[in-house]
């Protein structure tokens, strides 16, 4: 039976401005049967920094692709029921 997994993934550290910057995905694996793969769906969730002098953080990155689906459904189903008030009425 397949699994679905939630998976955070880190790419390869990149050297900027004496500071070493490692990028942060999450991932969403769901295995389809009779296709290698899958469906596989990324997205973007953090920048872990470590500077030269040993500090770390993670700076949040906002999914903005995923704010703007979001706000087009919403106002698709305004939309379906601004319609269905209008329809009602006449």
Do not use: H, Y
Request: glycine share 12%; with cysteine; aromatic share 4%.
């Amino acid at each position: 039976m397949p699994q679905i997994r939630f998976e955070i993934q880190r790419g390869t550290p990149v050297a900027a401005g004496g500071s070493q910057v490692t990028p942060v995905t999450k991932t969403l694996c769901i295995p389809l049967p009779g296709i290698a793969g899958g469906l596989i769906w990324n997205r973007p969730f953090a920048v872990e920094v470590r500077t030269a002098e040993g500090e770390e953080w993670s700076l949040p990155v906002p999914d903005v692709t995923r704010q703007a689906q979001i706000a087009l459904l919403v106002m698709g189903l305004i939309g379906v029921l601004l319609i269905g008030l209008v329809s009602r009425k006449r």
